[in-house]
């Protein structure tokens, strides 16, 4: 009856998802404030004050007929000559608004890319461990998947296994830096040789590799971190971003790509995007965030309550003996799992009312993801249940 | 460079936004006020008066961190609750929550229902003529879409054509009553008759065969006609729905999909559509939008303004000497070529500024649709312009 594709899909449904609901389950049993859930990647902190105040002012001075109408599949034009400047600001960069799509969110904008680019059995490119619906959004126009394993001390790409991987049939990379799930953000040294390598690969097959940059964690980086765009390293750079995170703003399904000029016949690479982002049916952004996030570019969310979180869940962590990888952005702190199979800790770990999710979500087995962008008490708090999970895997913490 | 798909979609690109486009052009030339564009689809009336209030009272009371958060990907269930509790009303059906789907617009849903039930190669039948987008839509998930010819007196379906049409591959219906392009509304004996023919082939192939009812006109009927709700003729029917036209919203991208109980296998199907939705990349609807369409669901679009336009376009085009299907809802009014070739018609009317689009365009030439979701006072003008066009081509108005 369904088609054999969503069939697939429902077998192998959302890790993530179903680890949200057995924590739902669970507060129904023991209270919501004795369970510790680490499932969901959802910020945390509140729109910025200015929001409401911009949306009310635009509901009261635009034209309604503007404001919730129709207009180009790629967006506004104030809108996008608004997004080109702020990068232009923050990264040197020299865009304009024909540099800029608007899109359903990055979920979106990342179909709208891979319906753009890819032909059946095309291959992508990604580095484990990744967003695990990256595999749906390839499948839905039947490329070929095609994970490369890290370098399990950083977590950033293995490059020389990168390198081989890279063939004749390669259409795409995916990046995502700051990573979801490992917090890792790729150093300079890596963006570079990433680079170097697509650029060599391009000239050996004759042909167009995408590097397709998914940045919805662009601006959550902690520390001496900083900010990057990362159009500068490749020509061939697609960028898809979102504003869930930087503006709390999930629900609204509001992002963009960018398409630099550098792009190889970067005006018929636009034309096809807004095409498809007609033809799949999202036709455009949603029209009043469009306008609000133009006005809200210069906005920035409450760092702070993530950076105290990271702090307090990897410091603690560590002392209780547990391998974390440091994470430098997201809000996701990577556990190596102290038996190889990681779904056996998962369930141990539900016993102390903590919700995790299982690396092999990401493609990337013996490891768990704690999305920690929830309240900095509970973040205190389950540092008791962590201690008693370490204590039952015989982990020995400092000092003991 | 591009994937073939898209570069065929550039190739076959928009003939309404060309025209639309074209409109545009001559504006430039000869100022906006003495083009007549009946070229787009966009809702003329404003939103509501109560809109803006609406969503203010939504923005000071509710929690942001629910109101622009993540939800399930069928959206709210207060929401869900409200649509279904509103067409119960007005329908006499007996929905629940958990039958409705919120979707990126109509468009967004037809494309979730599409990836849910084809399979490569399966067939989709469409009544001639129709709104374009289908093409792309079903040429998404590798369908073929089948159009069957209309009865070219009423412009309501030709019975005899779609019953033969059906066969083993057939997997889909699509109806749009009231009909883009052609404001023609189908008739209770035309949706008893389909029904009863699904039902029979149902049985003959020992396979479901989906109606899918695109219902974004369903509340712009006029005179005697009645709002329809289709779900009754047929009990493997998906509705889809959009927000656009009932309350002037076309660019918030927000709608919904009805799965009845009566559909086989309910359940699993309202899975797949859920899993539809978020792995194409919408995740789901607009969340502030879906509560703002929550509360406003008993609002009603202007329709007198575009009752106006319809009744002076209608009599004014009759009494010129065109042949005009008569229009009984949305805002769209189909005329018969006076020649052949109608984008020949369509390049004489642009001579006297009219800009009109081609038949072709809907998958039916030999004649063009005037979209009259524009300013009265311009249709009352355009009546002299579409005197000379008549002239031109030597039509004998009435009283001539």
Redesign the interface.
């Known amino acids: 009856?369904?088609?054999?594709?969503?069939?697939e899909?429902?077998a192998g449904?959302?890790a993530i998802r179903a680890m949200f609901v057995e924590g739902k389950e669970l507060a129904e049993k023991v209270g919501a404030e004795n369970v510790f859930d680490y499932s969901?990647g959802?910020?945390?902190t509140?729109?910025p004050d200015s929001?409401?105040s911009t949306?009310?002012e635009l509901?009261?001075k635009e034209?309604?007929?503007v404001?919730?109408?129709?207009?180009s599949n790629s967006g506004y034009e104030d809108v996008r000559a608004a997004i080109a400047d702020n990068l232009n600001r923050r990264f040197g960069t020299n865009f304009s608004l024909k540099n800029i799509v608007m899109t359903?969110?990055a979920?979106?904008?990342?179909?709208?890319i891979f319906?753009?680019?890819?032909?059946p059995g095309e291959e992508v490119i990604v580095f484990a461990p990744f967003f695990g619906?990256y595999r749906?959004?390839v499948a839905?126009?039947d490329g070929v998947l095609i994970p490369v394993a890290p370098d399990y001390n950083t977590f950033q790409p293995d490059l020389d296994a990168f390198e081989k991987a890279v063939n004749e049939k390669t259409k795409a990379v995916i990046i995502n830096t700051p990573n979801n799930p490992t917090g890792v953000v790729y150093s300079h040294a890596t963006m570079k040789s990433i680079g170097e390598i697509l650029l060599k690969k391009e000239k050996e097959f004759g042909k167009?590799i995408y590097l397709i940059s998914d940045e919805p964690y662009r601006e959550l980086v902690y520390g001496d971190v900083k900010e990057n765009f990362l159009t500068k390293y490749y020509h061939n750079t697609l960028v898809g971003y979102s504003f869930s995170k930087s503006l709390?703003?999930?629900?609204?399904?509001?992002g963009y790509i960018v398409v630099p000029d550098e792009v190889?016949?970067a005006e018929?690479?636009l034309?096809?995007l807004e095409?498809?982002n007609?033809?799949?049916?999202?036709?455009?952004?949603?029209?009043?965030?469009q306008k609000a996030v133009a006005h809200l570019v210069e906005e920035k969310t409450n760092l702070t309550f993530y950076d105290k979180n990271r702090k307090v869940l990897y410091e603690g962590l560590k002392s209780l003996g547990f391998t974390c990888i440091k994470p430098e952005g997201a809000f996701y702190l990577w556990v190596k799992s102290p038996v190889e199979k990681e779904e056996e800790f998962v369930r141990t770990a539900k016993k102390y009312n903590l919700i995790l999710v299982k690396g092999s979500a990401f493609g990337c087995g013996g490891y768990v993801r704690l999305a920690y962008c929830i309240a900095h008490e509970k973040v205190v708090r389950s540092l008791d249940a962590f201690a008693k999970l370490a204590e039952e895997y015989g982990l020995k913490g400092k000092g003991e």
């Open positions: 009856m369904l088609s054999k594709k969503i069939k899909a429902l449904s959302s969901l959802n910020p945390a509140p729109v929001f409401n949306v009310k509901l009261d034209d309604s007929l404001l919730h109408g129709y207009m359903v969110g979920a979106g904008g990342m179909n709208v319906k753009t680019v890819l032909d619906e749906n959004y839905n126009f167009e709390s703003l999930p629900g609204e399904r509001i190889t016949e018929e690479m034309s096809g095409v498809a007609r033809t799949l049916g999202f036709v455009n952004a949603p029209s009043l965030m």
